[in-house]
């Protein structure tokens, strides 16, 4: 009996194994064709399609991009700032709130939640935002794509929920030995909520690292523009249009209009991809954890 077991626990992991590695390739294969399009002819594209085999690898699209290194370079500086920034902001900033949402003896957390719960449903639109952000001063200042990012209800409930499944045991002895509730909430809860900080972290990253909205409204000078909003600008026919302008030698016929959106994507997904594995296993955890409690 125990034999015709470990067989059928056999098959059955090669059989998980296999509908896994099929998953994974169906998940990788958008990556591997982005990656091999952005190397290939502009002809063959527009007469094939992409493909997985070209016939042609050609860097003509990578070479328009770094026309103007510099400008790519700030881009870069202007990103990796708002989103390192913005990251750290917003995770001490909403960890804060769910620690507070989190404790029984907040009288008025179920009101503040209410309210936090209400602007998923309703927001006040483009205008009222547009005209707040220009009396605060922030036209064409950075702070513009950092301040709208760095809340969000969602995350402030997920880490409410993760919190909420410490013992309270911890608290009510850190606050015996007279612990305030910033020693407890920075020395307590705040090291013992890694894989939620680690799920919030990676979300609001990711928005930081995409933004291009915000720069598009409120941001003028070329450099300050974010690296999302710097491609799109590149990829753009007026951007074209206004090299030509200046005097730039640009072929249109040969320029890799097609080539150029894969090319600007693995540029700006490079960093992301890279950083992810590192805070899988925390994700992972957070995310379910704060899913399961209520």
Same mark, same amino acid.
């Given at each position: 009996?125990?034999?015709?077991?470990?067989?059928?626990?056999?098959?059955?992991r090669?059989?998980?194994?296999?509908v896994?590695?099929?998953?994974?390739l169906?998940?990788?294969? *958008?990556?591997?064709?982005?990656?091999v399009?952005?190397?290939?002819?502009?002809?063959?594209?527009?007469?094939?399609?992409?493909?997985?085999?070209?016939?042609?690898?050609t860097?003509?699209?990578?070479?328009?991009?770094?026309? #103007? *290194?510099?400008?790519? $370079?700030?881009a870069?500086?202007?990103?990796?700032?708002?989103?390192?920034?913005?990251?750290?902001?917003?995770?001490?900033i909403?960890s804060? %709130?769910?620690?507070?949402l989190?404790?029984? #003896?907040?009288?008025?957390?179920?009101?503040?939640?209410f309210?936090?719960?209400?602007t998923t449903?309703?927001?006040g639109?483009?205008v009222?935002s547009?005209?707040?952000?220009?009396?605060?001063?922030?036209?064409d200042?950075?702070?513009?794509?950092?301040l *709208?990012?760095?809340?969000?209800?969602?995350?402030?409930?997920?880490?409410? #929920?993760?919190m909420k499944?410490i013992?309270?045991?911890l +608290?009510?002895?850190? %606050?015996?030995? &007279?612990?305030?509730d910033f020693?407890?909430?920075?020395q307590?809860f705040?090291?013992?909520?890694?894989?939620?900080?680690?799920t $919030?972290?990676l979300f609001? %990253?990711?928005?930081?690292? #995409?933004?291009w909205y915000n720069a598009?409204? +409120?941001?003028q000078t070329?450099s300050?523009?974010p690296?999302? +909003?710097f491609?799109?600008?590149i $990829?753009?026919q007026a951007?074209?249009?206004l090299l030509?302008q200046?005097?730039?030698?640009?072929?249109?016929v040969?320029?890799?209009?097609e080539?150029?959106?894969?090319?600007?994507a $693995?540029?700006?997904?490079? *960093?992301?991809?890279?950083l992810?594995?590192?805070?899988?296993? +925390?994700?992972?955890?957070?995310?379910?954890i704060? %899913?399961v409690? &209520?």
């Amino acid at each position: 009996m125990s034999v015709r077991k470990n067989k059928d626990g056999f098959v059955f992991r090669i059989i998980c194994y296999l509908v896994i590695t099929l998953f994974a390739l169906i998940c990788l294969f *958008p990556f591997v064709l982005m990656i091999v399009s952005s190397f290939m002819n502009e002809k063959e594209i527009m007469a094939e399609g992409y493909k997985l085999f070209p016939k042609e690898l050609t860097t003509s699209a990578y070479e328009f991009l770094l026309r #103007n *290194p510099t400008k790519l $370079v700030d881009a870069y500086t202007v990103t990796i700032f708002i989103t390192v920034v913005g990251t750290v902001c917003a995770l001490f900033i909403m960890s804060m %709130a769910g620690y507070v949402l989190s404790r029984r #003896n907040f009288k008025y957390r179920n009101a503040f939640s209410f309210f936090i719960y209400f602007t998923t449903l309703f927001s006040g639109g483009l205008v009222p935002s547009y005209i707040l952000m220009i009396k605060l001063g922030l036209k064409d200042n950075i702070l513009a794509m950092i301040l *709208p990012g760095v809340v969000s209800a969602w995350s402030i409930f997920l880490m409410k #929920n993760f919190m909420k499944s410490i013992p309270d045991s911890l +608290y009510e002895s850190a %606050a015996i030995d &007279g612990a305030g509730d910033f020693r407890i909430y920075w020395q307590i809860f705040l090291p013992l909520s890694k894989p939620s900080l680690a799920t $919030v972290g990676l979300f609001s %990253a990711l928005g930081f690292w #995409n933004e291009w909205y915000n720069a598009m409204l +409120y941001i003028q000078t070329p450099s300050k523009f974010p690296l999302q +909003y710097f491609l799109q600008k590149i $990829v753009s026919q007026a951007n074209i249009q206004l090299l030509i302008q200046q005097g730039a030698v640009v072929n249109t016929v040969d320029l890799p209009s097609e080539s150029i959106k894969m090319a600007t994507a $693995v540029v700006a997904i490079g *960093p992301i991809i890279l950083l992810y594995p590192f805070v899988q296993r +925390y994700f992972i955890s957070g995310l379910t954890i704060g %899913a399961v409690k &209520g």
